[in-house]
């Protein structure tokens, strides 16, 4: 008798949970810049996440995941730019993507701690002859399905260097001797960043750029402490 109240118990506990997460609705992925890379229908059914774009959606200490595409730090809401070093220690999982407005041409020394690469300079964003990048983590969830087929070609990027403690995950052959990273991930306290040193709207040729970027979400979503 008393291991089947036990039980009951249990279910009992087990369905609350499950109410208050179906009441608490999907985790929420917050975009900010120019995010039109992401097909937020297309990620929602395969990650069952909600993107959006409008930072009163939530605050920042239960978004799951915040998507920094090519916008100035200058421009971020003053929560986002106040609150970014703690929301990353908290948990968080922040992707930036690169641009004319991002890193250092962005401005995002002001938070280089939590940034993957070591900005170099205040204008980085730069052409660089193209050539195919190197793989140096191929088994990297972000290349699932991908690492094998080949990839895309990348001619501008953010000039920058791999910062020590970060793994780099694709690197771009450049011009000569020199080797400039193109995706990069950094675990900052409870948190973690993934760098793209590219604009990923520059890539709708590659037939393989959606899967890269559900792959990018889905692993930072897992990864993410927050927002559940």
Same mark, same amino acid.
């Given at each position: 008798?008393? =291991?089947?109240?036990? !039980?009951?118990? #249990?279910?009992? *506990?087990?369905?609350?949970?499950? @109410?208050?997460?179906?009441?608490? %609705?999907p985790r929420v992925i917050l975009a900010l810049g120019n995010?039109?890379?992401?097909?937020?229908?297309?990620?929602?059914?395969?990650?069952?996440?909600?993107?959006?774009?409008?930072?009163?959606?939530?605050?920042?200490?239960?978004?799951?995941?915040?998507?920094?595409?090519?916008?100035?730090?200058?421009?971020?809401?003053?929560?986002?730019?106040?609150? =970014?070093?703690?929301? !990353?220690?908290? #948990?968080?999982? *922040?992707?930036?993507?690169?641009? @004319?407005?991002?890193?250092?041409? %962005?401005?995002?020394?002001?938070?280089?701690?939590?940034?993957?690469?070591?900005?170099?300079?205040?204008?980085?964003?730069?052409?660089?002859?193209?050539?195919?990048?190197?793989?140096?983590?191929?088994?990297?969830?972000?290349?699932?399905?991908?690492?094998?087929?080949?990839?895309?070609?990348?001619?501008t990027l953010n000039d920058m260097n791999p910062r020590p403690?970060?793994?780099?995950?694709l690197q771009s052959p450049g011009g000569g001797s020199f080797?400039?990273?193109?995706?990069?991930?950094?675990?900052?306290?409870?948190?973690?960043?993934?760098?793209?040193?590219?604009?990923?709207?520059?890539?709708?040729?590659?037939?393989?750029?959606?899967?890269?970027?559900?792959?990018?979400?889905?692993?930072?979503?897992?990864?993410?402490?927050?927002?559940?």
């Amino acid at each position: 008798m008393r =291991l089947r109240k036990i !039980v009951l118990v #249990g279910i009992y *506990v087990m369905l609350g949970w499950a @109410a208050a997460a179906e009441a608490a %609705g999907p985790r929420v992925i917050l975009a900010l810049g120019n995010a039109s890379f992401i097909d937020a229908q297309a990620i929602l059914k395969a990650t069952g996440a909600e993107v959006t774009q409008n930072p009163g959606k939530a605050p920042l200490k239960d978004v799951a995941v915040l998507v920094l595409a090519d916008v100035p730090f200058g421009s971020l809401p003053q929560p986002v730019q106040g609150g =970014l070093v703690e929301y !990353v220690n908290s #948990g968080g999982a *922040v992707l930036i993507t690169g641009g @004319a407005q991002s890193f250092g041409s %962005g401005g995002y020394k002001a938070v280089a701690p939590i940034i993957p690469f070591e900005i170099r300079s205040d204008n980085d964003w730069r052409a660089v002859p193209f050539r195919s990048p190197i793989s140096l983590q191929p088994g990297h969830p972000i290349l699932a399905g991908i690492s094998g087929q080949g990839f895309f070609t990348i001619g501008t990027l953010n000039d920058m260097n791999p910062r020590p403690g970060a793994t780099e995950i694709l690197q771009s052959p450049g011009g000569g001797s020199f080797m400039s990273p193109l995706i990069a991930e950094l675990a900052v306290g409870a948190g973690r960043v993934v760098g793209v040193a590219f604009d990923p709207n520059g890539l709708t040729g590659w037939n393989l750029r959606d899967l890269f970027v559900r792959n990018t979400l889905d692993y930072l979503l897992a990864s993410s402490r927050l927002g559940r």
